[in-house]
Every structure is written in structure tokens, then in C-alpha cells.
């Protein structure tokens, strides 16, 4: 299984120490067994530091300069585990997806949406990070990245986070489908709008 991960917001030219924290997840390969590990979304006017990280993970890894297609690679059955930052959109993502997922907060609402992944659903584990930073790479180090990892990834406790992630997995999508919580929801609010507009014409 592999993991993913994806930065959407992370300029790597800003984030002091990332490339000893990706050297360090690029070694655990070894040890999970995993065939790839993945960079998502590289701004185009950090093309020099992705190149050193592109070195350091190339015979295990793929970075990809520009827009990612997340949700179809989260999809893709030899993904294994989602490290996120909990924007709101991955989170979901990651959830339709029924991935379990180490989360990696830095700033913003991320942090409230990585307390519904690790303590609401219970589908993944944090790697550290409490308030918000100037880089992710602050206060958050690498011997965490690697613990939370390993908990989603092997034993009995990853089979917890695995098997409650598959559950949710369908939530979602029974949600926008006709009958569906959002569907009816939705259709209540247009309906509504379509009243209101009638009356004041």
C-alpha cells in the first residue's frame, strides 16, 4: 500500500527543515514495504527546491509541478493512508475516499477539521502540530511523523482506523444521492429561493 500526500498550500521554498522530514518519511519505506511515496502540487516558482526533493525520493516517489488529481488518486486502490492537512476539501476527500489519515495542521480551520478525523471519527492520528505556524515544517518533528505513520499503517490499532474509515466511506455519497440528507437538503433551499423569487416578481 502506499501512502499520499499532498500540500496543497505549502510553498517548498518557504518551509525550513522539510527536506530532512521527507528524507525521514522517504525511509520508512523499507520498512512498510510501500512502492511510492508522493508530492502533490509544486508551485511553478519553487522548480529548483522540488528538484532537490525530486533526488531525494526518486527511485520511491513522483512530484507533480501544477494540479494534482486528488480525488482520483485517493481513490486508487494501492493507496493506503492520506497524510492531509486538513483543509476542508482533502478532509472530505480523504473521508469519500475511506482512507485513514495522518493529519498535519498548520493554520486556520485545519485544526478543528484534524480534531473530527482523530477524535469524532477516529480514522487518523496527528502528527504534533498545535498551533499554527509560518512553515508546516515548525514544531513537528520528524520522529512524530514517523510514529503516526506507523499507527495507521501496521498493527491492531491501524486495522481500527482502517475498518472505521471504510465505514464512512459511503456516508458521503448516500448524502448527495436522491433522498439523501445534502440531496434533500439542497432541494429544500432551491425550492425555497424559487418561492421567494415568485412572490417578489
Keep these: 500500500m502506499n501512502l499520499k500526500h499532498f500540500g496543497a498550500l505549502w510553498s517548498l ?25 508522493r508530492v502533490y502540487r509544486v508551485a511553478s516558482h519553487t522548480i529548483q527546491e522540488a528538484s532537490r526533493f525530486e533526488e531525494i525520493i526518486k527511485e520511491k516517489g513522483l512530484i507533480i509541478r501544477g ?21 476542508w476539501n482533502s478532509t472530505l476527500e480523504g473521508i469519500s475516499a475511506g482512507l485513514p489519515m495522518v493529519t498535519w495542521p ?8 484534524e480534531k473530527l478525523v482523530t477524535e469524532v471519527l477516529r480514522t487518523g492520528v496527528g502528527v504534533g502540530s498545535v498551533k499554527w505556524q509560518k512553515t508546516c515544517s515548525e ?13 495507521v499503517m501496521m498493527g491492531e490499532e491501524a486495522e481500527g482506523f482502517r475498518s472505521r474509515a ?29 418561492s421567494y423569487s415568485s412572490t417578489s416578481d
Design 13 to 37: 521554498c518557504k518551509l525550513q527543515g522539510m527536506e530532512l522530514k521527507l528524507s525521514a518519511l522517504s525511509k520508512l519505506h523499507d520498512y512498510f514495504r510501500l512502492k511510492e511515496f
Design 67 to 87: 494540479w494534482a488529481p486528488q480525488v482520483l488518486i485517493l481513490d486508487h486502490k494501492a493507496i493506503g493512508a492520506f497524510v492531509t492537512h486538513c483543509g
Design 106 to 113: 498548520v493554520f486556520a480551520e485545519q485544526f478543528f477539521n
Design 139 to 151: 514544531g513537528v518533528k520528524k520522529e512524530a511523523i514517523a510514529k503516526a505513520i506507523k499507527r
Design 166 to 194: 471504510i465505514a464512512y466511506k459511503e456516508m458521503p455519497r448516500q448524502a448527495v444521492e436522491g433522498g439523501g440528507l445534502s440531496y434533500t437538503g439542497l432541494t429544500t433551499l432551491l425550492q425555497e429561493i424559487s
